[in-house]
Structure formats: C-alpha cells, structure tokens
C-alpha cells in the first residue's frame, strides 16, 4: 500500500504536532507522534480498518478515518488497492461540512512520506 499525504494535511499535521510540543510539551508530542506513526504502519496493511467518514458520505470515493486522540483524527481516502491518500488531520471541535473543502478529485499530487 502506497500512502500519500495531500499539502493541507502535511500542514494540519505539522501545526497540530506544534502544537502539541509547545501548548503540552514533549511527551504529549512524541505520544501523538508514535499515534500517528502506527496508524500509518496499519494502513499499509489494513486500509479500510477505519470506519466510513459520514461528513464525506456523499462525496464521490470512498473515505474514512482512524482517531488520535479524543480531539482529532486522520481522515483518508482509498484511491484504489494499492494508494492511500490522507487528506485532512482534522479538529473534530470543527464544522465537519467544511472537511468538504480538503477533498481531493486524485491521489497523484500528494506527498510520500
């Protein structure tokens, strides 16, 4: 499974990871770091064991999320069987109609990382 982060989402992660460190300090930074690093490691093997994204139920694709904590989460999208690509880390205290916004039509202009 090949796994891409779109521009907004390397952004959302990097300012949430800022956060992170600078408001809770470094533990809570290299918590939500490894979280995020083995949420990653199991979508390379198990892609859809997220569930279904309902503020994206009617967008065409199929979209879906894995939590990281009680306040955000890593929302993605199966672009086929062998390409993920992650489109928001997202602020669950948000308008999830705005997650809309974050919608990419193809996986190809993201980032491998």
């Known amino acids: 499974m090949r ?25 809570v930074f290299q918590k939500h770091l490894d979280k995020i690093k083995l949420i990653i490691h199991q979508l390379e093997k198990t892609p859809r064991s997220g569930p279904y994204e309902e503020a994206l ?10 939590l990281i904590n009680d306040r955000f989460k890593l929302v993605y999208r199966i672009i086929d069987e062998q390409t993920l690509l992650i489109i928001a ?11 809309r916004l974050f919608v990419s039509d193809d996986g190809t202009g993201g980032y491998k990382l």
């Open 3 to 27: 796994i891409f982060w779109s521009t907004d989402a390397i952004e959302m992660a990097d300012a949430f990871l800022e956060e992170s460190k600078y408001v809770y300090g470094l533990k």
């Open 57 to 66: 139920s009617d967008e065409e694709g199929e979209f879906r999320f894995r």
């Open 89 to 99: 880390l997202w602020d669950m205290r948000m308008n999830p109609e705005k997650l």
